[in-house]
């Protein structure tokens, strides 16, 4: 492994669809925070921006970031739903019948002003 793989994988942070499943559920969100102990996050983990998935020193500098660049993009990304499996299956050729079944089904209950059922695949 040269450097600049080093480089890459050093600053890596949470996948968005990690990030969409801390927001939907904060349990998800609790058992991340608990993997690294307070003692070893900036700030002993009081200021955290759950849609970076980071910790920071002070109030100042959380406040900092959320007038940032990178918060202010992150945002924009999550604002996408992420792909679900059915997606993805109906993309190569699989299930297609049923994916556009289940956004008939979800598009007719969103126009009658209900809330879409939500399928969650357990990992």
């Known amino acids: 492994m040269g450097p600049i793989r080093k480089s890459k994988n050093k600053r890596r942070t949470r996948d968005l669809d990690l990030i969409h499943g801390d927001l939907r559920h904060p349990t998800q ?44 993009r992150r945002m924009r990304m999550l604002k996408e739903d992420p792909y679900t499996i059915e997606e993805a299956n109906a993309a190569v050729g699989q299930g297609v019948k049923s994916f556009i079944e289940s956004r008939r089904k979800a598009k ?6 209900q809330k879409p059922m939500e399928i969650d695949a357990e990992m």
């Open 29 to 72: 969100l609790k058992q991340h925070i608990a993997l690294v102990p307070e003692e070893d996050r900036p700030g002993l983990g009081r200021f955290h921006c759950i849609e970076c998935a980071k910790f920071f020193e002070s109030q100042a500098n959380l406040e900092a970031h959320f007038s940032g660049k990178r918060h202010k």
């Open 108 to 113: 007719e209950a969103e126009e009658l002003g």
